[in-house]
């Protein structure tokens, strides 16, 4: 790992930054995704892995859902008396080992 001192420029409404072009060669790609925290902002390359998953508030979501389902069992069904026609249509031509 290289730490490298840079300057923000402004850019229309905003700042940007120069970044080396040796990162953007081994990264493989343009997309970047930036994490931010309190004084300080990592940039590293998009991957396959950065999924809705990776999103910082999906754990939170899934967990509501969880708590919601837990307070109120008589929502849930059986995944047989939802399933339909356009549930096979929006997963057409995925198969499992795309996760």
Do not use: C, N, Q
């Not at 910082?56 to 389902?69: G, H, K, T």
Request: hydrophobic residues 45%; proline residues 4%; aromatic residues 8%.
């Amino acid at each position: 790992m290289s730490v490298m001192v840079r300057r923000l420029f402004k850019h229309g409404g905003s700042y940007a930054l120069d970044i080396p072009m040796e990162f953007v060669r081994t990264a493989g790609t343009t997309e970047v995704i930036l994490e931010s925290a309190l004084k300080r902002l990592s940039i590293r390359p998009k991957t396959e892995l950065d999924t809705m998953e990776t999103e910082p508030l999906f754990a939170e979501f899934i967990s509501a859902l969880a708590v919601d389902a837990m307070k109120h069992p008589e929502k849930l069904h059986a995944v047989k008396e939802v399933w339909d026609k356009e549930w096979d249509d929006l997963l057409k031509g995925v198969t499992a080992d795309e996760e």
